[in-house]
């Protein structure tokens, strides 16, 4: 609904709701079935609805389709709009209509109820519907009984909607002058029983009258205390505050107003509000300080020429004292371009958590693992030490250090430090940050070949950088999204044509998840000979592309925030933490289109991109001897791919290694040495098991087969490895004989006949009687 904020003059009366009865269709009717896993709930839609709509969906019914007719009328940005307030944004879909059948008692205590919103005491309610306790009571449980409300927990009075959406239409029913009312009484009883503020305001911002400067302070006082946790709703009431503010406010408090909504708004990932903001703050605050929100507003949405000119520009004009913001933004930006030594003289005086991170990530790109090992050591230890509610205030310095450690390869420490960052920005309401958050997840995950993990991240991903109108982050999580399809399932089409349409900076930082089917030469390999001597190609097809020697699977369906994360790696400088379980708009020139994901430069993705993965790092290398394998002849491929699965083993990079083992056990069948062929082959496909990459699973199953099939055959060549007596069985069993005939023609007991049998069946490779006539087995005897 879009909610109204019209001007009050006067006392308002309690609202009468007894006048609003009249026949609706009844909304409990929505049958409360199980909710629905997320991959068994897409199915029920359309095939052409989008990932953002997808999510939005689930979010809002909890998996239950009954209420899907409910939201089907609404447009994705009014879907967004019910996500963030909980209110229906304009008319009430024409078959969403609040419970009927219920008397003028109960229908005030529900809309009560939806005013005063999940969970409610039931006193309130009373006193918001101006009713008696001795009607109340019998009301709420009729309401009960309809299945409209439940109690909230067992042992307290307090009682909430059935499902939230209900709340929702409940609430939409009320007409606005009675929602009004209704709210101002809600906030005179809470003030009566001495509720926080944060109690009343919600009840204050929508029915306050302007020019109030108490309820002003009141609603700063309530969004200070929940900028931790809810800045979404802090916005809320800092507008409402701003809305109410008489023209003559006092100067402190205007700006106070201001900078406090400028935080919810970064927070909340609101940048259209902030740029809104800035001509205000310009006029409220000094230089240095606006040229440090512009230039984090500027870094956020991966404009750093601009950032770096306002940054430098303000730390010329800066005193000492405030110039260590500006210092640790600017060597960021040199940072994410591998200037290690611009980094460590910004830096020299920083020991602080922020600043360890960013000489990791310096570290890291510049491929000086000491810098990095360092860095990511010390910034570990301040989070380490930090709880949920502190470390969302650090949740930059998670995705920094997140990314040094993708850089260098520590991927498992990776996924740990995004796991923890996401699971702290959700409780926080960081909604600004989560989008790179379940990027780094997804691409830490997908490295290490978790494959339904880092779907459902990237799906997040992509949902949640739309709604924040973020094209450029939402198109590299397609591209993850793709990429995984590819690993998963084989479809060239979707993963291939993303990741071949990726600029070089992203195949730079995300060459560990490109599927083989891009077709691309190892990054960094144009005009440098691989790693132990010449031989690697310089315009070749990559691995698995037209000149590739393992074929791929036909383009499959692709469809597709957070889990378990891997054991800790021996050398990894940055201690895992507990898996976690999922659970601002401004335009961008970035085209949101899905094979173009836009520059990973610039993009805040690890903001920005640089040198990219160290050459020397086991996992990069082992792609350069994949490469050189694959265009060399099988003596020399051989020691090579081992030495390439080596290194995607040491880096746990599993879909990688089924691969290249696969490549492996194809050259080795070929080289005539199949029972090694055969290892590697059942080694790729437990890895293809282990990561639910369905592709790699065939094409291990069809090498298996096809080493099979080169296998000796058993027949007269196999015959002279049988004695006289073990052939005259063969003979026998392929004429049909049973064993106790075969045993009474040969005068020799059953089991005898059972031990040859046994021996054959080893000899011959068969493990039946029926294989064994099949493969004519036993001509005639050994000469």
């Not at 991903?461 to 109108?469: D, G, M, Y």
């Not at 190892?522 to 440098?528: D, I, L, S, Y």
Request: hydrophobic share 45%; glycine share 10%.
């Amino acid at each position: 609904m879009r909610r109204e904020d019209p001007v009050r003059t006067g006392p308002l009366q309690a609202p009468d709701f007894s006048s609003l009865a009249g026949p609706m269709n009844d909304v409990t009717a929505v049958p409360e079935t199980p909710p629905l896993s997320r991959e068994r709930f897409a199915g029920l839609l359309d095939a052409g609805t989008s990932v953002e709509r997808r999510c939005l969906l689930y979010e809002l019914t909890g998996g239950i389709p009954g209420w899907l007719a409910t939201l089907a009328p609404l447009t994705d940005p009014e879907l967004r709009e019910l996500a963030r307030t909980g209110l229906f944004p304009g008319p009430l879909p024409q078959h969403a209509r609040e419970p009927d059948r219920l008397g003028p008692v109960e229908r005030d205590v529900v809309r009560a109820a939806a005013v005063l919103g999940d969970p409610f005491d039931p006193a309130l309610a009373a006193a918001v519907a101006r009713r008696g306790a001795a009607a109340v009571l019998p009301a709420l449980d009729v309401l009960a009984e309809r299945g409209i409300i439940s109690p909230h927990t067992v042992g307290t009075p307090l009682f909430r909607f059935r499902h939230p959406l209900l709340r929702a239409v409940v609430y939409a029913r009320i007409p606005p002058g009675a929602r009004i009312a209704a709210h101002a009484r809600a906030a005179e009883v809470l003030d009566e029983t001495g509720a926080e503020p944060a109690q009343r305001a919600v009840h204050v911002a929508r029915s306050a009258a302007p020019g109030d400067l108490s309820t002003v302070r009141l609603l700063a006082d309530a969004a200070d205390h929940v900028l931790g946790s809810a800045p979404e709703r802090a916005v809320e009431w800092l507008r409402a505050a701003r809305r109410i503010a008489p023209f003559d406010a006092p100067p402190a408090l205007r700006r106070r107003l201001v900078l406090a909504l400028w935080r919810a708004a970064e927070r909340a990932g609101d940048h259209r509000l902030c740029r809104e903001l800035l001509p205000e703050l310009g006029d409220l605050e000094d230089a240095t300080a606006v040229a440090e929100l512009r230039a984090r507003l500027a870094i956020d949405l991966g404009r750093h020429d601009e950032a770096r000119d306002l940054l430098t520009a303000g730390l010329r004009a800066a005193p000492e004292d405030k110039a260590p913001p500006l210092r640790l933004r600017l060597a960021l930006l040199a940072a994410v371009r591998g200037e290690l030594p611009a980094v460590r003289e910004l830096l020299a005086e920083d020991r602080g958590p922020e600043a360890a991170a960013v000489v990791a990530l310096a570290g890291a790109v510049a491929g000086h693992t000491a810098d990095y090992r360092a860095g990511a050591a010390a910034a570990a230890a301040f989070l380490r030490a930090m709880d949920a509610a502190a470390l969302a205030e650090h949740v930059e310095t998670v995705v920094r250090l997140g990314w040094a450690a993708h850089v260098a390869e520590d991927f498992s420490a990776a996924a740990g430090l995004f796991a923890r960052g996401v699971r702290a920005a959700r409780r926080a309401g960081r909604s600004g940050a989560l989008p790179r958050l379940l990027l780094g997840h997804a691409c830490a995950l997908l490295a290490l070949g978790r494959l339904a993990e880092a779907l459902r991240s990237a799906e997040d991903c992509e949902a949640r950088a739309s709604t924040l109108h973020r094209p450029d982050l939402a198109g590299f999580a397609r591209l993850l999204r793709a990429s995984a399809l590819t690993w998963r399932d084989g479809c060239p089409r979707t993963g291939a044509a993303a990741a071949a349409a990726a600029p070089a900076a992203v195949e730079r930082l995300w060459w560990a998840v490109l599927p083989p089917e891009a077709g691309r030469r190892p990054p960094g390999n144009e005009g440098h000979d691989g790693p132990g001597g010449s031989g690697s190609r310089d315009g070749d097809d990559g691995p698995g592309g037209p000149a590739g020697p393992i074929s791929h699977d036909a383009p499959g369906s692709p469809d597709s925030p957070i889990s378990h994360d891997a054991p800790d790696s021996p050398d990894s400088p940055i201690s895992h933490d507990a898996p976690d379980s999922p659970d601002s708009p401004i335009s961008h020139d970035a085209p949101d289109s899905p094979d173009s994901p836009g520059n990973l430069e610039g993009s805040g993705v690890l903001e920005g991109s640089g040198a990219g993965v160290p050459r020397t790092a086991p996992g990069r290398r082992a792609r350069d001897l994949y490469a050189r394998a694959e265009a060399a002849d099988d003596g020399r491929a051989l020691p090579l791919l081992r030495e390439a699965a080596s290194g995607f083993a040491d880096r746990r990079m599993a879909l990688w290694e089924g691969h290249t083992r696969l490549l492996l056990a194809q050259r080795l069948a070929r080289a005539g040495e199949l029972s090694a062929a055969a290892e590697e082959a059942g080694r790729a496909k437990a890895l293809a098991v282990a990561t639910g990459s369905g592709r790699l699973r065939r094409l291990a199953i069809d090498q298996q087969r096809a080493i099979g099939g080169r296998r000796p055959r058993v027949g007269a060549a196999a015959t002279p490895a049988l004695s006289v007596r073990e052939s005259e069985i063969v003979r026998m069993v392929r004429l049909g004989m049973p064993n106790r005939d075969i045993a009474d023609t040969l005068v020799i007991s059953v089991k005898t006949v059972e031990a040859h049998l046994t021996r054959i069946f080893r000899k011959t490779g068969v493990r039946s009687r029926t294989a064994l006539a099949a493969a004519g087995a036993g001509g005639t005897a050994p000469g």
